[in-house]
């Protein structure tokens, strides 16, 4: 059974490895008429393409990404829209040492255990670097948001790396675009640049908590019980690699409020119903209520690192082990707009989802 699709109505495949000649995504279900070219995906694609800075990996892709179906004189058809990225910057002379080998902390083992067959060079289909088509996917799904419902603004940002957590109230959303990190924290940006300077010398790695928020998103997307949209949206931030916990609203942190705390009250404001917190981030039994929808996830430390590890051969032989090659010390960095992407797709699935078996909402308030 293939695994490699996600969605609904828009509904995303995504195929290709690290080390193959391209990787790519073919999207079913866009809707017809949405204007769309190569550049205006290569704009999203361009903010995770790796070796723009000191802090990502060094490896030199382009990432430039061909339209091969779907779109016709710059609008799409509704057929499958075939999005394809070519790998130019492969070396994979720097993973032979793994052949026999796995990587802690990485798929290597998991992957020989369940397929008998692995592609060592980097991962292959296990690699981040397959997230490069679900950013190609979420550029259109972008797109075609503007077309259903203009308001939605899409933006995720890091808050932590480590043990370093970004101060609330320095939150500048002019400043996410201005630092490597994508922090909304200019005075934060500053201290993990110097922690990560020390760490990626020392040929360590650390991890970090990614949130993308959706504004203008219209109250009653999502359905029950299994069709909620947190649901989704938990599901398609788990499917990043390397993200190990995800969180809606306050998350895990609801545990430690009481309901008076917790609940957030309604007023009734001028155009409708407004809330006056959001500890539910936007979700309430799974359908949004208007409010600014907010997820948030955790991304491991990238695991190939440049000190010795204990691990075991294909044969069973215990080995040690040092990842060569080129990698991200804090792979949160470009999980932003990977974060972003993700959001994109579920957002419009669950508008088209809307769309068909309601139209406009039906219950009216005041």
Not at 148 to 174: C, H, N, S
Not at 223 to 248: C, F, H, Q, R, W
Request: proline content about 4%; charged content about 25%.
């Amino acid at each position: 059974m293939s695994m490699n699709s996600f969605g609904h109505l828009f509904r995303v495949t995504t195929w290709g490895e690290s080390h193959g000649p391209a990787l790519g995504a073919t999207v079913d279900g866009c809707p017809p008429g949405v204007p769309v070219d190569a550049a205006m995906l290569q704009h999203w694609l361009d903010r995770r393409k790796p070796g723009q800075n000191k802090y990502t990996t060094q490896r030199r892709e382009a990432d430039e990404v061909e339209i091969l179906s779907g779109v016709f004189e710059g609008q799409t058809t509704g057929t499958p829209v075939q999005l394809m990225i070519r790998n130019t910057d492969q070396r994979s002379k720097d993973y032979s040492e793994i052949m026999d080998k796995f990587r802690p902390g990485h798929a290597d083992i998991t992957y020989w255990q369940k397929y008998g067959i692995r592609d060592y060079r980097g991962g292959g289909r296990s690699s981040a670097r397959e997230t490069a088509a679900r950013v190609a996917a979420g550029g259109l799904a972008r797109e075609a948001i503007k077309t259903l419902a203009p308001d939605v603004q899409i933006k995720g940002y890091m808050t932590r790396m480590g043990a370093l957590e970004m101060d609330r109230a320095r939150f500048d959303w002019d400043q996410i675009d201005e630092n490597p990190f994508w922090t909304p924290d200019a005075t934060a940006a500053q201290e993990w640049a110097d922690y990560l300077d020390d760490l990626r010398k020392s040929g360590n790695s650390v991890g970090a908590v990614i949130e993308v928020v959706a504004r203008g998103v219209p109250a009653g997307l999502g359905a029950p019980v299994y069709g909620k949209i947190d649901t989704d949206l938990a599901a398609a931030m788990m499917s990043i690699n390397a993200v190990k916990g995800v969180e809606i609203g306050e998350g895990m942190s609801a545990a430690m409020l009481t309901g008076d705390n917790n609940a957030d009250e309604i007023v009734m404001g001028a155009n409708g119903p407004e809330f006056t917190s959001n500890h539910a981030g936007g979700v309430l039994g799974g359908i949004t209520t208007g409010q600014d929808l907010v997820v948030r996830f955790a991304v491991k430390p990238t695991s190939s690192i440049l000190t010795s590890r204990k691990t075991i051969t294909k044969s069973g032989e215990a080995a040690e082990i040092i990842t060569k090659g080129r990698h991200d010390p804090c792979v949160g960095i470009r999980a932003v707009p990977v974060g972003e992407a993700m959001m994109a797709c579920v957002i419009l699935d669950h508008l088209l989802l809307h769309r068909g078996q309601v139209g406009e909402n039906r219950g009216k308030i005041g």
